[in-house]
C-alpha cells in the first residue's frame, strides 16, 4: 500500500469518546483487527513489516482496527479502561464501520477481552482469532500459567517515567528485532505516540488483574488460538490452557519466539488466519521469476518528521514518493510498495535498476534528503496484488540496511550482472546480512561517474 493511499482515520463515538478507526480491504470476510495495550493506528503503517501484516489481512477481508481509548489517536482518559469499556469500543467501531458480525482478531492482552466480548455479544462474532492469551496475566497458586513473573516485572520497569519512549519494550518482546536500528528507531517513537508513561503503567496494572476464566465456557463462536512455540512471555501451557476452556477451539503451535504477530515470521501466523477466516489455505507458491529489487528509504526519517510535524512530514513523504514512483519509470521498473519511509521497486534488469537507484539518491539530495539504497538480483515470488516475496527480497533489504547515506549499494550478484556497462563499484567488504546464511561481499557504486541514461 503507497503512501498516498495509506487508510484514513476516522472516528467513532463509544458514549462520550471518540475512538480512532481505520477500514480497509475488499475482502469477503469482514475482520477487526483488536490492538493490544498500545497502539496508533497511523503510525503502524510507518514500519513495513506491520504493513505488510495489514495488507495481507487486507487481501483476503476487510479490515477495520482501532486505537482503544486512552491510546494512539483516540481520546485520553483519567483511568485505564475496563474490559467492559474495551468491550465499547469494539461495538463503537464495528457499527461506524456498518459491521453487524466480524471475525475478531487480537494477540496478547486482547485475547481475554475478545473472549469476554464473544461470550456476550454472540451474535456480533462470526470466529475469534487471539494469540499469546491467557485467561489471567498474573500467575497465582490456583493459576499457575499466566505471564512469566519476570516478565511482568521487566515490563515494569520499562514503563517507567525516565525510561519509556527509549524503545526498552521491544528488548522483551523481541530481543532479535530491538538489534535493527530502522525497526528499534521506529519503535522508540511508537511507544510515545501510543501513551504517555503514566497512562501504560496503569494500563499494565489494571491488566494484571483481570481474570476471565469464569466466562470462557460461554464463547460459542469457532475459536483458533495461537502460540509460538520458543516465546519466552508466558508460562508454558497457558495459550493451550486458554483454548481448552473454549468448546469449539482449535489450537496451534507455531514457530518462532517473537510476541508481536507481524515481527519475526509473520507469513506462519498470517497462513493459519487466513484458512481460518476463508476456509481455504493459502498456496506458499506464487508467479515465479527472475528480477531485481531496489530497496530505498530516507536516512533519519525519524529526526525529519519530528522536526517537521506530522502534516509537513506525510506532504515531504508524498512528494518523495511521487519523484521514485516517476523515476522507476523513467528506468523500465515499478515501485511494488512503499511504507513508512521506504520503498521496493522492481526491474527486468540489474543495470537499469542501479542507475533507477543513483538517480533517486541523486534527486533526493537535490530536495535536501539523503537516502540509501540497495539492489540485488534474484528469484522473487510475485503473490498478487503487489505483494513481492522470496530470498531475493529480504537480501535485497539486508542490502539497503548496511548502505550509508547517499550510497548505493550492491551484492555481488548485480555487480557481477553489469560487467561492460558504464557503472563502476568499489568493495565494501563482507557483511553479515540477517537471516542470509555465509558473509556476503558488497559493492557501492562509484557516484563520481556518468550514470548511463537507460530511461525507456
Known sequence: MSASTVPETRFARAGSVDIAYQSFGSGDAALVWVPGWISHVEAMWDLPEFARFLERLASFSRVVTFDKRGTGMSDRIQNPPTLEERMDDVRAVMDAAELERAVLFGWTDAGAMLALFAGTYPDRVEALIVGEPTVKQAAEDDHPWGIRPEFLSATVEATAHEVWGSGSMLALIDPSAAQDAHLAAWWRRYERLSSTPNAVATMVGMVGSADVRPFLASVQAPTLVLHRREAQILMPGASQF???????????????????????????????????????????????????VVFTDIVDSTKHAERLGDAAWRDTLLSHYSMLEQQAARYGGRIVDTTGDGALAVFDGPTRAVSYARAAVELAHGLGQQIRAGVHTG??????????????VHIGARVSSAALADEVLVSSTVRDLTVGSDLTFTERGPHDLKGVPGPWVLYALVTAQHVPDLAT
Open 379 to 392: 528469484e522473487v515470488v510475485d503473490r498478487g496484488s503487489g505483494d513481492l516475496a522470496g530470498m531475493a
Open 242 to 292: 486458554f483454548a481448552d476452556q473454549i468448546a469449539h477451539a482449535e489450537y496451534r503451535e507455531l514457530p518462532g519466539d517473537a510476541l508481536a504477530p507481524y515481527l519475526g515470521d509473520q507469513d506462519s501466523v498470517l497462513t493459519e488466519v487466513e484458512e481460518f477466516v476463508t476456509g481455504r489455505r493459502p498456496s506458499p507458491q506464487g508467479d515465479r521469476y527472475l528480477a531485481t
